[in-house]
C-alpha cells in the first residue's frame, strides 16, 4: 500500500471518529488520533492492499447520483405510504431476477444496496451478474426505475 493511502486511511478514520463522538477535549482527540493510528498500523501490517479503498474516479460523479437516489428514495416512499394507507391494501409480492450491467464488484454492490434502500424492494442474493429483487408489487418491479439506475452506475463505473 502506498504511503498516500495510509495517511487518508488515518485522516478519514481521525474524521469518522471526531463526527462519530462529537468530543473537543485534549484527552478524549488524543485517543481518537491514537485509535486511528494503531488502527492504520494494523492495515499497514496486514500489507493489504484494497483497491477499492479510495475510489477517487467517483468522487465527482457520485454526488449526482446520491441526489438522484434520494428523489428515488422518496418517491417509492410516497407510492409504499399510498400502498399502506389504501384499505385494500393492494400487494402482490414478486421475485424477479434482473441482470446487472456493471464491470466490478464494488459497483454491482452498490447497485444492490440502490435497490435495497429504494423503499418497496429489496435485493435478496446475487449470483454472478443477476440480482433477486423481492418486491411489493409488479410496478415496483417494471424495470424502468431498475434499468435507469443501472444506467447511471454504469456511468459512475467509467473513468472518463
Given at each position: 500500500?502506498?504511503?498516500?493511502r495510509?495517511?487518508?486511511?488515518?485522516?478519514g478514520l481521525?474524521?469518522?471518529?471526531?463526527?462519530?463522538?462529537?468530543?473537543?477535549?485534549?484527552?478524549?482527540?488524543?485517543?481518537?488520533?491514537?485509535?486511528?493510528?494503531?488502527?492504520?498500523l494494523?492495515?499497514?501490517?496486514?500489507?493489504?492492499?484494497?483497491?477499492y479503498?479510495?475510489?477517487?474516479?467517483?468522487s465527482?460523479?457520485f454526488?449526482?447520483?446520491i441526489?438522484?437516489?434520494?428523489?428515488?428514495?422518496?418517491?417509492?416512499?410516497?407510492?409504499?405510504a399510498?400502498?399502506?394507507?389504501?384499505?385494500?391494501?393492494?400487494i402482490?409480492?414478486?421475485?424477479?431476477?434482473?441482470?446487472?450491467?456493471?464491470e466490478?464488484d464494488?459497483?454491482?454492490?452498490?447497485?444492490a444496496?440502490?435497490?435495497?434502500?429504494?423503499?418497496g424492494?429489496?435485493?435478496?442474493?446475487?449470483?454472478?451478474?443477476v440480482?433477486?429483487?423481492?418486491?411489493?408489487?409488479w410496478?415496483?418491479?417494471?424495470?424502468?426505475?431498475?434499468?435507469?439506475?443501472?444506467?447511471?452506475?454504469?456511468a459512475?463505473?467509467?473513468?472518463?
Open positions: 500500500m502506498r504511503p498516500t495510509y495517511i487518508l486511511l488515518f485522516l481521525a474524521t469518522l471518529w471526531l463526527l462519530l463522538s462529537g468530543h473537543s477535549e485534549p484527552l478524549l482527540l488524543a485517543f481518537g488520533a491514537l485509535s486511528s493510528a494503531l488502527v492504520t494494523v492495515v499497514a501490517r496486514m500489507d493489504r492492499e484494497d483497491r479503498a479510495f475510489p477517487l474516479h467517483l465527482w460523479r454526488p449526482g447520483y441526489l438522484w437516489l434520494l428523489r428515488e428514495i422518496f418517491r417509492a416512499n410516497v407510492r409504499v399510498r400502498i399502506i394507507l389504501d384499505p385494500s391494501l393492494p402482490s409480492p414478486i421475485m424477479v431476477p434482473f441482470r446487472s450491467n456493471q466490478s464494488l459497483f454491482r454492490v452498490i447497485y444496496n440502490s435497490i435495497t434502500l429504494t423503499p424492494t429489496m435485493t435478496t442474493g446475487t449470483h454472478g451478474r440480482l433477486r429483487i423481492h418486491a411489493l408489487t410496478q415496483d418491479v417494471d424495470g424502468r426505475e431498475e434499468d435507469e439506475m443501472d444506467r447511471r452506475i454504469c459512475l463505473e467509467r473513468r472518463n
